[in-house]
């Protein structure tokens, strides 16, 4: 990829606990082309938020640390950058959008008074200047009825009008990526819906780049260019989102495929992953999807897969990529 906006390589990060230690991002890279979106797909536990975390080095430390990689944002490394210096660039060049929007807003402050503060206090603005952009950024992410809702506590909003606010906040320093963390796994279908379209309406009128954390195949295939399917810590899969939803190239991603519901097959239950995610303490040894994986053999048991590439911009972690069947 020619002139990335974001690159990923070899990001490690891991929790010391009483326990051990987990390694829960295990060697993740890519890069991000501007404009482009791409989704982080897996279950819980895969590492799809830690790495989003560390790259806004935001994760709480300890227990966890960075302990390998490189974050690079254009020419600046975001991974060995002073504090001082990473605060101006959150927000400014990379926001996060984080998933429970009640959670993520401050209760005791109106809308209005938390878009103000941030414009005020990052973008220099009057409190007039801050007042008439934060009414402009609620109209821009389709809030209806803006101006009352600038008065309004973040518990006298809907999740779907609460999260619009989160994205306005987000968008509000005009960031080069935005990182969205699972943005709308606490909403229902319809509300979804339209905070996904509202998402990429913005990413086609800013050229922002975004990455969508879900763990939803059809969802990132409805809006992603690109799918990285994560497992144990790992990129398992990597390749354009159509290429993964019709012919993927591991097992797990075949696995979440074959686990979304079709509205015109009638099945008494739906043919999921067998099994349960790794205790990322105890992996097995080998790859760490074999005790669960149909195509698993004595040598799948024995050695970790390499990472290699399967087709043009495709790439899987797995021994028998041309055996997988959707």
């Keep these: 990829m020619t002139d990335p906006v974001l690159e990923v390589e070899d990001l490690q990060v891991e929790f010391r606990t009483e326990e051990g230690v987990v390694k829960a991002v295990d060697g993740v890279g890519y890069a991000l082309g501007k ?41 600046m490394e975001l991974l060995t950058l002073d504090e001082d210096d990473m605060r101006e660039v959150r927000g ?29 206090e990052r973008r220099k603005m009057s409190r007039g200047q801050a007042r008439e952009e934060s009414l402009a950024l609620l109209e821009r992410v389709g809030i209806p009825d803006a101006r009352d809702r600038l008065n309004a506590f973040p518990h006298q909003l809907s999740g779907g009008i609460a999260q619009r606010v989160m994205v306005a906040m987000a968008v509000a320093l005009e960031p080069e990526v935005l990182l969205a963390d699972e943005p709308t796994s606490s909403l229902d279908v319809t509300v979804q819906a339209q905070v996904l379209d509202l998402l990429g309406s913005l990413v086609a009128e800013t050229q922002m780049s975004m990455v969508l954390i879900t763990h939803n195949l059809a969802v990132a295939v409805g809006l992603a260019k690109r799918i990285a399917v994560m497992y144990a810590g790992r990129i398992v899969e990597l390749g354009p989102a159509r290429d993964v939803y019709t012919t993927p190239k591991h097992p797990y991603s075949a696995g979440l495929l074959r686990s979304i519901p079709d509205i015109q097959v009638r099945e008494e239950r739906l043919p999921g992953i067998t099994g349960s995610p790794p205790n990322l303490l105890k992996l097995p040894t080998g790859c760490a999807f074999s005790p669960r994986c149909p195509l698993a053999d004595d040598r799948c048991r024995a050695e970790v897969p390499a990472y290699v590439e399967v087709g043009t911009d495709r790439w899987s972690a797995c021994f028998h990529p041309e055996e997988v069947q959707r």
Aim: glycine share 10%; charged share 20%; no cysteine.
């Design 35 to 75: 404009g482009e979106v791409l989704a982080v797909l897996g279950e819980s536990g895969s590492g799809k938020t830690v790495h989003a975390r560390a790259m806004m080095r935001i994760l709480d430390s300890p227990p966890a640390f960075i302990t390998n990689g490189t974050v690079r944002l254009g020419d």
């Design 92 to 120: 400014s060049r990379v926001a996060m959008l984080f998933q429970d929007p009640h959670t993520a807003l401050d209760p005791v402050f109106t809308v209005g008074d938390q878009l103000m503060e941030l414009l005020r």
